[in-house]
């Protein structure tokens, strides 16, 4: 038994020591969604200080708990905050809570994020679904013994969103009338934004949105068998692209503003997943 799989297995047993909740779907709560708890008939919340050896956020506005629930009829458990690399954190730390969701027994991940809009056609407030990613500028959470437990050594990382999981979110967004474009998303370190020259380059290389986190999430959860979709809020133009300085309070700001479209947004995809097998 592997040390990695090991921590993970301690830390479901913590779980499992004050709840037997089994989701079908987890959901990684980003930025304008950290209140979507008040969307769930929640039957139980976890902290994460309450579990032995897991990592805590230290980002503001990212509240540190799982959510147990259903959203409709369909059974979820909700990240209310993640870690980031930049915090100082090592990948294992970062992907620890999506390997803890897929052996709770969640079989979909459903990750959102507020992001940099890469793609010139992208204002704020726009959403975008992902639908493939560029990993290459943190390091990879798999780097490391092979927890057999988990996956292949060399896991394929050609289809990471489920296409069938991203015809949902396009009939949800159908649905609701919300504009969702579709692009790549890039995951840089952080914690400090791209400059204009970085965003130029990232666009050459076929970036439409770039953030802080998500990416080696993705990783990890395609590596554990885990279907995977994701939507990004475009929070801001990157660098470049606006003749404002970026901060961290205008990303909230304006993920605040956009939390109910993004809210309803994830609520009717939700229950849809819930007639996918």
């Known amino acids: 038994m592997s040390k990695v799989y090991d921590r993970v297995m301690k830390c479901l047993e913590c779980v499992r020591a004050r709840t037997d909740f089994v989701p079908k779907v987890a959901l990684v709560l980003g930025s304008g969604l950290g209140d979507y708890g008040k969307e769930i008939r929640v039957e139980q919340t976890l902290s994460y200080h309450d ?13 540190g708990q799982f959510i147990f629930g259903y959203v409709g009829e369909v059974p979820v458990v909700c990240m209310q905050g993640r870690v980031h690399y930049y915090e100082g954190y090592s990948m294992e730390d970062v992907v620890l809570p999506v ?4 052996m709770m027994g969640a079989e979909i991940f459903f990750l959102t994020n507020a992001a940099g809009g890469v793609n010139e056609t992208y204002n704020a407030g726009d959403f975008m679904m992902i639908t493939d990613q560029i ?6 959470p798999l780097v490391g013994p092979n927890p057999e437990e988990f996956g292949t050594r060399f896991p394929d990382m050609s289809e990471i969103y489920d296409e069938k999981l991203r015809d949902v979110l396009r009939e949800a967004a159908g649905e609701l009338n919300i504009t969702l474009h579709e692009g790549t998303y890039v995951q840089t370190s952080g914690p400090n934004f791209e400059s204009p020259a970085e965003i130029n380059f ?15 999430e993705a990783i990890a959860a395609n590596h554990m068998g885990m279907r995977i979709c994701g939507i990004s809020f475009i929070a801001n133009p990157a660098a470049g692209l606006s ?7 205008e990303v909230q700001a304006a993920a605040d503003a956009a939390s109910a479209r993004f809210k309803k947004l994830v609520t009717v ?9």
């Open 269 to 277: 995809a939700i229950k849809k997943m819930g007639n996918e097998n």
């Open 51 to 63: 579990i032995e050896g897991f990592p805590v956020s230290t980002v503001p506005g990212h509240h």
């Open 135 to 140: 990993s290459q500028f943190v390091p990879s």
């Open 99 to 102: 390997r803890l969701m897929k």
């Open 243 to 249: 003749d404002n300085p970026l901060t961290h309070e």
């Open 202 to 216: 990232l666009r050459t290389i076929g970036a439409d949105a770039v953030g802080m986190s998500t990416a080696v």
